[in-house]
């Protein structure tokens, strides 16, 4: 069974950094390219970065460009988003999300950790 | 960019009525090369992260009751709930995967009892 589990969420003031992992388990990680998707409150849904199963390959929507960056652990199942200069915008629930292999659909989901930037 | 919008924002349906809420995209995610459709469909409850209902524009997920039910090609799209049932009341978002990576996501509508 398909198990992802957010954790680093927290209030932070903005410009300061904060990073939130996701643990995997139930399934092959290092097979699988890996997502975050975002939802700022009462939002809707906002896809963020992706990384590849090998981490050779990284995309960013340009709302984080330059001041998020995904990594992984493979070695301990675990994924990663480093998030710096943070802005009041970049309030929302963190979601990671496991890709699917044959397009970016998601269908296996954290339950999100909330990030909130505030002074 | 291609932009998802979702009709209508909200929609109160009456228990066992059939609830339509509709999809368009301002750009065709029939991809040529497999037509197929690069469109997914989306539960989620307060509190809950989004589930997956549909995806590929008309397939069901394993495990969503036959009463969901995806159709359209091209820009236009609608998910249909046969009958409404008390845990269908949710936000359900669409979903284009045309584009890569990610895509881009409706703003949501609202699904209410009336």
């Known amino acids: 069974q398909v198990q992802l589990v957010e954790s680093g969420g927290g209030v932070v003031q903005p410009g300061r950094s904060l990073r939130l992992s996701c643990s995997a388990s139930?399934?092959?990680?290092?097979?699988?390219?890996m997502h975050w998707v975002r939802q700022a409150p009462g939002r809707g849904l906002e896809w963020v970065t992706l990384?590849?199963?090998?981490?050779?390959?990284?995309y960013y929507a340009d709302s984080v460009k330059g001041r998020f960056t995904i990594s992984r652990d493979n070695s301990k199942n675990t994924l990663y988003l480093h998030m710096n200069s943070l802005r009041a915008e970049d309030t929302a629930v963190y979601y990671c999300?496991?890709?699917?292999?044959?397009?970016?659909?998601?269908?296996?989901w954290g339950q999100g950790a909330l990030v909130t930037v505030s002074s | 960019d291609i932009v998802i919008t979702q009709s209508p924002d909200s929609l109160a349906v009456s228990l066992g009525e059939r609830a339509t809420i509709n999809c368009k995209s301002s750009q065709s995610v029939l991809h040529s090369s497999n037509n197929k459709n690069y469109l997914a469909w989306y539960q989620q409850k307060p509190g809950q992260c989004p589930k997956l209902l549909i995806y590929w524009a008309s397939a069901r997920e394993s495990g969503v009751p036959d009463r969901f039910s995806g159709s359209g090609s091209g820009t236009d799209f609608t998910l249909t709930i046969s009958s409404l049932q008390p845990e269908d009341v949710a936000v359900y978002y669409c979903q284009q995967y045309y584009t890569t990576p990610g895509g881009t996501f409706g703003q949501g509508t609202k699904l209410e009892i009336k």
């Open positions: 999300a496991r890709d699917v292999g044959d397009g970016d659909y998601f269908r296996y």
């Open positions: 139930g399934f092959t990680f290092s097979s699988y390219a």
């Open positions: 990384i590849s199963f090998d981490e050779n390959n990284k």
